[in-house]
């Protein structure tokens, strides 16, 4: 009894800012330092982002298909060495090294950008409109790989949506930075901002090794060992698991829909503002609401969405809005209804898709959350950029109008929607075997 209440009086208290969350006091840490961590490296993203954009445009808009072709082969050479390095070094070894191969590049941007002549500035823009879309991915990857690893199922059902929150803050902090300091600091002073932003994040891997113990069973105790097994079978694994094919094709629906509403919304803008500083503010504007939208609703409903229902409901809510969304563009194809379906769709995304879709690694081995989630995160999204990409080119190049996207994104979108709730039984039942102690004790308290 004296022991316990021991435990209880050293156990750190929830800060007020976090009274409202379903966080537990013993967990309040961990999770503190994973949304700092996720804040560094979406602010350092977005303060690099506006450069990618700039870059993009001055290369041509022409190129910009290209562009993304680049991407996806790049995002597969990387792929073999990012396999090599996670099967030969513990995790607090591997990710630091991941975060710091990314941030000597910066810096060898940062003084190419300095010191190239003008003659040389638009290869460097592509090369790095190449490089930050191949970044992006990773180190988010990793991170959403680390904390998967970390917690438990039932802990990440409550807490993965706090952690989204402070990524959305960092969007909002790094967009405004770069558009507060471009002029005093210049690109090359936002690449090394960047750099000392991520940085930060190596600083807080470091921290969230101590937190082991919130892992389930074997997972605690094989935290600090190498992943092991071969260079391609992050590749294997996905063909050989159902579940992990699922999870593929649940991200390529989610790139391909995004990829056409992207280039429906950018074909109106076009029509709808004639001055690109006009698009610029629009644009601006539209990341804003999202933002805004995408905190409020992770700070007050996507814990208790996932805690209360599961992730089968939370999963199926961005399929089910994107095929609404699609709907209501077949009977009003007016600039209103893509602009309200594209916040109401982004905000959906980062607020219940991104947490829910990373919950589902939850149950997996430790093998498939940092190879084989790599390879969808990375080369599986990708690849389906480049069909939406390639598909509206192939609709304009055979004479159809951009309306015609409807009747290719309402199929998608309801094959989508099925694939999301079988996804979420599976998970379920996947969790089940996994941990039967921790789901029969959660159902004795849940009744008791």
Not at 63 to 92: C, D, E, M, V
Not at 351 to 380: C, G, S, W
Request: charged fraction near 15%; charge should be positive; proline fraction near 4%.
């Amino acid at each position: 009894m004296g022991s316990q209440q021991t435990d209880h009086q050293h156990q750190p208290a929830v800060p007020f800012w976090l009274r409202l969350t379903p966080v537990r006091p013993e967990e309040v840490q961990a999770l503190i330092w994973c949304m700092v961590y996720i804040f560094c490296v979406l602010s350092a993203y977005y303060v690099l982002r506006p450069i990618r954009d700039t870059f993009g445009i001055d290369g041509g808009l022409h190129n910009l298909q290209w562009l993304f072709s680049a991407t996806l082969i790049a995002i597969l050479a990387l792929n073999i060495p990012f396999a090599a390095l996670s099967r030969a070094l513990p995790r607090k070894r591997f990710i630091p090294l991941v975060y710091r191969f990314f941030i000597s590049q910066l810096i060898i941007f940062a003084v190419l950008k300095f010191a190239l002549p003008a003659s040389m500035q638009i290869g460097l823009g592509r090369v790095f409109f190449v490089w930050l879309s191949v970044f992006n991915l990773y180190v988010v990857s990793v991170f959403w790989s680390l904390v998967a690893d970390i917690f438990s199922r039932e802990r990440a059902s409550r807490l993965f949506a706090m952690m989204a929150a402070g990524a959305t803050l960092g969007a909002i902090l790094g967009s405004a930075i770069t558009a507060l300091l471009v002029h005093r600091l210049n690109i090359v002073g936002l690449f090394v901002l960047a750099a000392l932003l991520l940085e930060c994040a190596v600083g807080c891997v470091k921290r969230l090794s101590a937190f082991t113990h919130l892992a389930e069973g074997e997972e605690a105790a094989q935290q600090a060992q190498p992943l092991g097994g071969g260079i391609f079978s992050g590749i294997a694994r996905i063909f050989q698991s159902p579940y992990l094919l699922n999870i593929c094709l649940y991200m390529l629906l989610y790139s391909v829909t995004s990829t056409l509403i992207y280039f429906r919304q950018a074909e109106l803008v076009h029509h709808l503002f004639q001055h690109d500083s006009d698009r610029t503010a629009f644009f601006a504007t539209l990341d804003l609401v999202v933002n805004v939208l995408t905190l409020l609703t992770q700070l007050f409903v996507t814990s208790r969405l996932m805690s209360r229902y599961g992730t089968k409901l939370v999963l199926g809510l961005l399929p089910l809005i994107t095929l609404l969304g699609f709907a209501s563009l077949s009977l009003w194809p007016v600039a209103a209804s893509i602009v309200v379906f594209s916040v109401l769709r982004r905000g959906a995304n980062f607020a219940f898709a991104r947490p829910a879709r990373e919950v589902l690694f939850t149950v997996l081995q430790r093998e498939d959350k940092y190879k084989a989630k790599n390879v969808i995160d990375t080369a599986v999204y990708r690849a389906g950029d480049q069909v939406g990409a390639w598909s509206w080119a192939a609709m304009g190049a055979a004479g159809l109008s951009g309306g015609m996207l409807i009747w290719l994104a309402l199929p998608l979108s309801l094959i989508w929607l099925v694939n999301s709730q079988w996804l979420g039984r599976r998970q379920v039942q996947l969790e089940a075997k996994t941990f039967p102690p921790l789901n029969e004790k959660l159902h004795e308290n849940s009744h008791s």
